[in-house]
């Protein structure tokens, strides 16, 4: 078995080699789409930095440009951070026309978050049962169309213009579990994790950009040109995404035949598509969503994307504000400084997809074992820099800074390489709804973070702090046991269809690197 095993792994690597990822039309789908949702991005964000030119004589909600790309909100203000002097120096503050005060300017920011938040899980089930690409593009569609709306709806009334950033909040809760499915319909599953990191990183680059080019617009061309050029840039998107960015390589006019033959032999599932909306001989499968919920591996996704969270905003959000406070370090006087964290990011998060794949094709590991790895190194060593950090002398502006970045780079390492992205993993036609999930519950953390560090932290003790983010680190290791103890990236139960080829009952997971891959045998809906 052994060497059958080892000649079907060759065959494989193989194929990958013959149809080469660069250059290909995955890739350029997965580079479009990624910039799709990068687009999004800078459409979430624009507000924190307008809002600045936009009120008069009022203190401005700091904002941080280290916010992390999969929450709606900023809510940095809750803490009473300093704000980013980088991203806001030269705009004209308390110069602006409205009279908005704190309390208002932070429903603003937040309002987008609630929406996004409460449909998610629809959002995803929706990206699931229709075709991708119609789902990703009327997400992004909507973003456009409802941010350059928000100059003519500011100047009406206060509730409209809430209720504006709440239905776009609503309306892109599709876009990444859309994407998603996109990178799933057009990967094989030795290449869906590093698809998968490449355009993630782009959403964190465009989140990272999106101040800086913010501000800019707003010193210079006012806080109305802010949304009607960040309000184009979908639109734009769109226009090219309708011919590059097809559901799957069946209804692709640029992917050649021999490469639509090589996605289309190791699909994963069936995939819906536009012809098969209206094929009335096509009924859409069942969502099973209570086995799904209360599915061990699904729950340990949704707990790794709640934790995940609650240490990125601990470290990027209120780590600044404890700095400052009780160290006299300010990590927002230095633009430089201020950007680094992001692109660390977004280059952590391709190493995880690349390091996933290097396991299971080059070293012949499990996915599971694979991910286990990972996601252990990805969670401690984290741990370990937030513990360093917490304890370093008064004024080491740079040695923080450092612990930072290399804390962003390694924590993000569980978004392509550990659980977070393993829904195809686990049940590839419910890859969307699962993202969803576990999106609508890690977005908490956006909230409850800063409550719990504001209660923690009434007399804004050394101690206090350390005991605030004690919690990150403790809530890390638990996670991480958790994974090690019981999670398997195998096909579940509630993804099993008929036609699915009967298991093995005895083999060895670490003999056979693709044994939990899932392997649906099912039709295509084209």
């Known amino acids: 078995m052994s060497t059958r095993i080892a000649e079907a792994s060759k065959q494989v690597e ?48 700091s904002v941080s440009i280290r916010d992390d790309p999969w929450n709606a909100s900023h809510p940095r203000e809750q803490m009473g951070g300093t704000g980013n002097a980088s991203s806001t120096a030269g705009l004209k503050e308390g110069q602006g026309e409205f009279h908005w005060d704190k309390t208002f300017q932070g429903l603003l920011l937040s309002s987008y978050f609630y929406g996004y938040t409460a449909a998610l899980a629809p959002g995803g089930w929706v990206a699931d049962r229709l075709p991708a690409q119609l789902v990703l593009m009327f997400g992004v569609v909507t973003q456009a169309v409802a941010t350059l709306l928000f100059p003519i709806v500011a100047r009406t009334k206060d509730y409209l213009l809430l209720a504006l950033r709440a239905a776009q909040g609503f309306t892109c809760s599709v876009v990444l579990p859309a994407s998603v499915v ?31 080019i913010s501000s800019s617009l707003c010193e210079y061309g006012g806080w109305p040109f802010v949304f009607y050029v960040t309000g184009a840039l979908p639109l734009a998107w769109v226009l090219v995404a309708w011919f590059l960015v097809p559901t799957c390589p069946d209804e692709s006019r640029l992917c050649s035949e021999d490469e639509q033959r090589f996605l289309t032999s190791h699909r994963l599932c069936r995939v819906a598509t536009i012809k098969s909306l209206s094929d009335k001989q096509v009924k859409p499968v069942p969502t099973p969503l209570l086995a799904i919920v209360t599915n061990r591996q699904v729950l340990i996704i949704v707990g790794t994307f709640f934790f995940y969270h609650w240490f990125y905003y601990s470290l990027n959000i209120t780590l600044p504000t404890f700095l400052k406070e009780t160290m006299n370090v300010d990590l927002t006087e230095n633009g430089l400084l201020s950007g680094l964290p992001t692109l660390f990011s977004s280059i952590g998060v391709v190493l995880g997809g690349r390091l996933l794949q290097y396991l299971t094709t080059r070293w012949q590991f499990s996915r599971t074992t694979s991910r286990k790895l990972i996601a252990s190194f990805a969670m401690l060593v984290p741990a370990g820099l937030l513990g360093a950090m917490l304890v370093l002398p008064s004024g080491n502006t740079y040695t923080t800074m450092a612990l930072i970045c290399l804390s962003n780079a390694i924590i993000v390492l569980n978004v392509s390489g550990g659980p977070l992205s393993a829904g195809p993993d686990l049940g590839p036609q419910f890859a969307g709804v699962i993202w969803g999930l576990a999106g609508s519950v890690g977005n908490l953390t956006g909230v409850l973070t800063p409550m719990v560090a504001a209660a923690m932290t009434p007399h804004k003790t050394l101690l206090e702090w350390r005991y605030f983010f004690l919690i990150a680190v403790v809530f890390l290791v638990a996670m991480d046991f958790v994974i090690v103890l019981f999670w398997k990236s195998e096909l579940q139960p509630f993804a099993r269809t008929d036609d699915t080829p009967p298991q093995p009952s005895v083999r060895s997971h670490e003999d056979d690197p693709h044994e939990d891959s899932p392997q649906i045998s099912c039709s295509d809906d084209v």
Do not use: H
């Open 14 to 61: 193989a194929e990958v080699l013959k149809y080469r990822l660069v250059p290909s039309t995955r890739l350029l789908v997965i580079l479009m789409t990624g910039l799709g949702a990068g687009t999004v991005m800078i459409n979430r964000y624009n507000v924190s930095i307008a809002v600045v030119c936009m009120v008069a004589d009022v203190e401005p909600p």
């Open 182 to 212: 996109l990178i799933r319909n057009w990967s094989i599953p030795d290449e869906y994790s590093t698809l998968f990191s490449i355009a993630w990183s782009l959403q964190y680059i465009f989140a990272g950009f999106s101040f800086p």
